[in-house]
Each structure stands twice: as structure tokens, then as C-alpha cells.
T-cell receptor, first 111, second 113 residues
Framework: GQSLEQPSEVTAVEGAIVQINCTYQ??????LSWYQQHDGGAPTFLSY????GLEETGRFSSFLSRSDSYGYLLLQELQMKDSASYFC????????????FGRGTQLTVWP | DVKVTQSSRYLVKRTGEKVFLECVQD?????MFWYRQDPGLGLRLIYF???????EKGDIPEGYSVSREKKERFSLILESASTNQTSMYLC????????????FGQGTRLTVV
């Protein structure tokens, strides 16, 4: 089966840096993805790590350590609009794989 | 832009009714998914389809069935709706390949009374 653990809530102030951790237990690992969901909105893709290391996309970076079954999403220069839920997900939407999500981390950014 | 469209944004149904949730994608994706989202539980996979007429159960298939007669359309069916199926239902689609991302519809908030 699949199991993903991430903190339920994180708070930070504008301009700060925040890290959201995700640990997973899964068979048939295809990679770790991150999605953002604003209240009332659909989840949207942020990043994907198939291999160990850091992937950077603007203010957001994602890290994966396959040997530790661990990853994190790093958000820098936080803005109010970053207040949202963030989900880690195992696998990708491929023919061979399914997409399993963690329970989500609610990030609140204060002014 | 990829578009995933769910037929209804809000739906209210009575206990015991048969309920159809429709999802259509316009990017010729092979893979389609149905999730339900509940507070504190995240997104849980109900069913997954990787081709027309092909489907696989997810984590919580009980009380649900699916239909994929055409590539662009993936339907979720609640055979006999119950109050514990009150939830937000999200459809997603994705192309084949490991280096892909899933695209979500806006969701259907279903209330069973």
C-alpha cells in the first residue's frame, strides 16, 4: 500500500522561508510530486522529483531523497497568495502508475 | 490550455438515488482519475482508468463504479447514494509517461440528504 505523511498546518510571515516535509512508504515508486490548492480551487501541479536532489522553479524548490523516502517543498519569499494547502503525491499520472496524495499541509502566511 | 470539466459544481441528491458525475477532458489524455476530498483526509483515489474501458480500483471503491466508453469522458456512478458519500469529488487527467502532471477539474460538491 501507500502512506504519505506531512504536517497538517504550517504558519509563516510574508518574506519568510518555509519547508513542508513529506515522508512516504510505497511500492512501485515513480517519483514525488507537489500540488497546491487554494480554498475552493482545484489542485494545481507545482513540481516533480524523480531523482535525488533539488529542483528549483522560481520561489519554489522541491527536494527528494529516495534512500530516506523523504522529500520537502521549500517556499521562499513568502507572499500572502501562497496561503493554500500543499499536497505531496507519489507516482505520476502514467499508464503504469497511479497518483496517491498525502493529507495536505495548510500553509497560512501572515502579513 | 488543458481543460478538465466536471458537469456540475454543486449537486444535492437523496439517499438511495443513483448519481452520475461526469468528467470530460480535451487533451486526449490516456489516464483519468476520480478522487474524493474530505477535510483532514486529503485526496483519496476512488478509481483510475488508463484506457478506454479499462479501470482499476483505488483505495475507496466501495459504493462506486466508473465508466469510460470514450477516451475523453470518465464517469463516476454512485449506485445508491448514502449520506457518507457527501463530499467533494475531483476528476483529474494525465498523459502517459513518467514525466507528466495531472490536471484537475474544479470539483463537484455532492450533498446526499
Amino acid at each position: 500500500g501507500q502512506s504519505l505523511e506531512q504536517p497538517s498546518e504550517v504558519t509563516a510571515v510574508e518574506g519568510a522561508i518555509v519547508q513542508i516535509n513529506c515522508t512516504y512508504q510505497t511500492s512501485g515508486f515513480y517519483g514525488l510530486s507537489w500540488y497546491q490548492q487554494h480554498d475552493g480551487g482545484a489542485p494545481t501541479f507545482l513540481s516533480y522529483n524523480a531523482l535525488d536532489g533539488l529542483e528549483e522553479t522560481g520561489r519554489f524548490s522541491s527536494f527528494l531523497s529516495r534512500s530516506d523516502s523523504y522529500g520537502y517543498l521549500l517556499l521562499q519569499e513568502l507572499q500572502m497568495k501562497d496561503s493554500a494547502s500543499y499536497f505531496c503525491a507519489v507516482g505520476r499520472g502514467s499508464t503504469l502508475g497511479r497518483l496517491y496524495f498525502g493529507r495536505g499541509t495548510q500553509l497560512t502566511v501572515w502579513p | 490550455d488543458v481543460k478538465v470539466t466536471q458537469s456540475s459544481r454543486y449537486l444535492v441528491k437523496r439517499t438511495g438515488e443513483k448519481v452520475f458525475l461526469e468528467c470530460v477532458q480535451d487533451m486526449d489524455h490516456e489516464n483519468m482519475f476520480w478522487y474524493r476530498q474530505d477535510p483532514g483526509l486529503g485526496l483519496r483515489l476512488i478509481y483510475f482508468s488508463y484506457d478506454v474501458k479499462m479501470k482499476e480500483k483505488g483505495d475507496i471503491p466501495e459504493g462506486y463504479s466508473v465508466s469510460r466508453e470514450k477516451k475523453e469522458r470518465f464517469s463516476l456512478i454512485l449506485e445508491s447514494a448514502s449520506t457518507n458519500q457527501t463530499s467533494m469529488y475531483l476528476c483529474a487527467s494525465a498523459p502517459t509517461g513518467l514525466d507528466t502532471e495531472a490536471f484537475f477539474g474544479q470539483g463537484t460538491r455532492l450533498t446526499v440528504v
